[in-house]
């Protein structure tokens, strides 16, 4: 287990210990809790969030949530440390741990800093088809988190799992700075798609961008092509200029996410429907209207 030092006996009350013995499972279970539970959890006066990692679709059926490598909560804890050093927010990271589990496979956990009056873009979506959000509010996210994933961008981190519900607005001021969270199997791409470390940030490759894009415009169209659609024409442009698309550029650069949205579409419809009839839950965060 990875964490502070001060921090390690705070956990151990709270109820997380390095040998996994006390689980996160037996948490409270927290309110931003989507198609699996958060562990909610006081360290040392802080309210955090513990998540477990778990497979999508057919994996999750075959190990459940086991995984061969035990390196991933780490990762993304030294990735929210260089993202929040760069000015961007994301959770802080409390502790990560990788505990082995018999006869082959690590159990995965991190436990991340709560942020307090936020909802998910996700969330919102779900609650403007309910009535329960105004579409003034929506559009103010939509700009939030089209300024916050144009940072990303610039310093050369693509999200893996770009989606609504990994980017959180302020509740009380939707056009504050928004969050990226669930970092997971994220990275800061160099020049040529390698894979970068440490040392000056470079953009994010064109190609990747409209990839980037084009994976959060299909968890859009999947939601709405579930519940019905609440973006307008006007609402994605004003996330393209928010995100820094120039006016001249708007129909281009549409068209370029769109194609990379499309080029695999019949894969993840397949993911999808395992997801839905051997994966996970419903997503308590976006039920339909």
Not at 9 to 14: D, M, Q
Not at 149 to 169: E, K
Not at 170 to 189: G, H, K, M, Q, Y
Request: charged share 25%.
């Amino acid at each position: 287990m990875a964490c502070r030092a001060a921090d390690e006996p705070r956990l151990a009350e709270a109820g997380f210990t390095a040998d996994g013995k006390r689980s996160a499972e037996a948490l409270a279970d927290a309110e931003e809790s989507g198609r699996e539970p958060l562990g909610l959890l006081e360290v040392g006066g802080v309210t955090c969030l513990a998540r477990r990692f778990t497979h999508g679709g057919l994996a999750r059926a075959l190990t459940g949530a086991r995984f061969r490598d035990p390196a991933r909560p780490f990762e993304e804890l030294v990735l929210s440390e260089r993202l929040r050093a760069l000015g961007i927010r994301t959770p802080r990271v409390i502790a990560a741990r990788a505990v082995a589990v018999p006869p082959v496979g690590y159990e995965l956990t991190i436990v991340t800093e709560r942020m307090d009056g936020v909802r998910d873009l996700g969330w919102m979506l779900g609650d403007v088809r309910r009535g329960g959000t105004s579409h003034r509010t929506l559009q103010q996210a939509l700009e939030s988190a089209g300024r916050l994933i144009a940072d990303l961008h610039r310093v050369g981190f693509l999200h893996a799992d770009l989606q609504p519900a990994n980017l959180l607005i302020e509740s009380a001021n939707p056009a504050a700075p928004a969050t990226a969270i669930d970092l997971d199997r994220s990275s800061f791409v160099k020049a040529g798609d390698g894979r970068g470390g440490e040392g000056a940030v470079e953009p994010l490759p064109e190609s990747l961008v409209h990839k980037n894009l084009g994976r959060l415009w299909r968890h859009v169209a999947r939601r709405e092509a579930e519940y019905g659609a609440t973006l307008s024409r006007a609402d994605r442009v004003r996330f393209l200029k928010a995100y820094g698309v120039p006016r001249d550029q708007l129909a281009p650069f549409s068209a370029a996410i769109a194609s990379a949205a499309e080029s695999k579409g019949l894969g993840h419809r397949i993911g999808w429907w395992i997801e839905r009839y051997l994966g996970r839950g419903p997503d308590r965060r976006a039920a339909a209207p």
